[in-house]
């Protein structure tokens, strides 16, 4: 069985945001609460789990994640919107198009 490769997003207690890769984002999650997480992380718990989308490699998640982090504020926000609208996989798909 592959390896399941995601890209999420972390809205930290200051309303920051926080973009990172992991094979298991629920385990990640609970790394970043437990204050063993990014440095980042550490000093803005707890930390909730925006959004999270899955990728065939490694690769493709960390090449999402850079483009994600490129973005000003306002356009996470707005990929963010959109992914209520559908899944957060499909609204990345529009910085590769």
């Not at 984002?25 to 437990?34: D, E, F, G, I, Q």
Request: hydrophobic share 45%; proline share 1%; charged share 20%.
């Amino acid at each position: 069985m592959a390896a399941t490769h995601y890209m999420y997003v972390l809205e930290c207690a200051d309303g920051s945001l926080y973009t990172g890769y992991a094979v298991d984002v629920h385990a990640r999650l609970a790394v970043h609460n437990a204050g063993k997480g990014a440095k980042y992380t550490r000093a803005r718990l707890p930390v909730s789990l925006l959004a999270y989308a899955e990728f065939e490699t490694k690769h493709d998640a960390m090449h999402a994640e850079y483009a994600f982090k490129q973005l000003s504020r306002n356009e996470k926000d707005a990929l963010l919107a959109a992914a209520s609208h559908t899944t957060f996989a499909e609204a990345l798909k529009t910085l590769f198009d």
